[in-house]
């Protein structure tokens, strides 16, 4: 179970990348803002597929998606303007 670092970190930006857009995705759906939420939606999808496809190779970079995912909601709530 040797973990790749570069592959754990890339998965980690990943996740973060992926939960902040769909924190901007959601934020769209709100607004009913129709382009927007549709660009981020696609995003989404293209940031969620590294992640997926990376840790599918090793149960243990779901832990890595995990902290990717939480400093992506959390940074991005920051952030982001009311």
Do not use: C, E, H, K
Not at 30 to 56: E, G, K, M, N
């Amino acid at each position: 179970m040797a973990i790749n670092l570069l592959t754990a970190l890339g998965v980690v930006v990943a996740t973060a990348g992926t939960d902040a857009v769909y924190v901007r995705f959601t934020a769209a759906v709100a607004d009913r803002a129709r382009v927007p939420a549709a660009t981020w939606s696609s995003l989404w999808y293209l940031l969620s597929a590294f992640a997926v496809i990376s840790y599918t190779q090793n149960w243990v970079y779901v832990l890595f998606a995990a902290l990717g995912s939480w400093l992506g909601a959390y940074l991005s709530i920051t952030f982001m303007r009311r």
